[in-house]
């Protein structure tokens, strides 16, 4: 499987792909820092790809769709406005992960709720969510 969203490679080059094998046209609309509007490549599989330099992490985006509709990524590790907000570039290699040996959850005792975070508050935030975790538990 080919991997999706924005992958940032360091020295502000990032790449970006995008699943959409029935579209006809796909762009990425930079909205921070500087604005601008760079078309991806149709590449096997119904895979969109670019890559581009002068991309920190920080950089804030959208998908055009078909040259008119302005979507975030599907495949986002951080959307700061919001789910319908523009998606945001991020440097995972800055993170230092502490879990590498955790040995997860057994199969047999996960549970998988799908939770739209755009409604299940009325804010429509993760934050919103917290204090129902407990209530999310007792469903399980």
């Not at 020295?11 to 046209?25: G, I, K, T």
């Not at 991806?40 to 040259?67: C, E, F, M």
């Not at 040996?101 to 935030?125: D, K, N, S």
Request: charged share 15%.
């Amino acid at each position: 499987m080919a991997r999706v969203g924005a992958k940032y490679l360091g020295n502000d080059c990032c790449e970006f792909s995008l699943w959409a094998p029935l579209l006809n046209q796909v762009a990425l609309k930079i909205v921070s820092p500087q604005e601008r509007i760079i078309p991806l490549q149709k590449s096997a599989g119904g895979y969109w790809r670019l890559r581009l330099s002068k991309i920190p992490p920080g950089t804030l985006y959208y998908y055009l769709v078909n040259d008119s509709k302005r979507l975030p990524d599907p495949a986002s590790f951080y959307q700061p406005k919001g789910v319908h907000g523009p998606s945001q570039v991020i440097d995972q290699s800055g993170f230092n992960w502490g879990d590498g040996a955790w040995p997860g959850i057994p199969l047999a005792e996960m549970i998988i709720y799908e939770l739209h975070v755009g409604t299940f508050t009325p804010q429509g935030t993760f934050a919103a969510i917290i204090p129902r975790l407990p209530e999310l538990k007792k469903l399980g």
